[in-house]
């Protein structure tokens, strides 16, 4: 059981950043793919950005350009490197792996961009 913990969210302004991180408990080279989810209050949840084991990386248009992902394998840490933040950016971010056997996820952080 992969143990998931993000960290980072909170409260900015509209144009403003945010770095989220998520730890793992174990080697994140076990999970072939990681992933950064959000669920807005009345929306289903959707991917915002992936990465594999191998470094291809995928996000949603609507943070082209404005969002990062990263891995640190060595520190099994995932991040989100968030810029311009928009209001509708505002949701509960959740941290996700997955392995042959197995989905991960973490319990969440908010992030609201509100003036």
């Known amino acids: 059981q992969v143990q998931l913990v993000e960290s980072g969210g909170g409260l900015v302004q509209p144009g403003g950043s945010l770095r989220l991180s998520c730890a793992a408990s174990?080697?994140?080279?076990?999970?072939?793919?990681m992933g950064w989810y959000r669920q807005a209050p009345g929306k289903q949840r959707e991917s915002v950005a992936t990465?594999?084991?191998?470094?291809?990386?995928d996000y949603v248009d609507s943070v082209k350009g404005r969002f990062t992902i990263s891995r640190d394998n060595a520190k099994n840490q995932l991040y989100l490197q968030m810029n311009s933040l928009k209001p509708e950016d505002t949701a509960v971010y959740y941290c996700?792996?997955?392995?042959?056997?197995?989905?991960?996820w973490g319990q969440g952080t908010q992030v609201t961009v509100s003036s």
């Open positions: 174990e080697s994140i080279f076990n999970l072939y793919v």
């Open positions: 990465i594999t084991r191998t470094g291809n990386i």
């Open positions: 996700n792996g997955k392995k042959i056997l197995g989905d991960y």
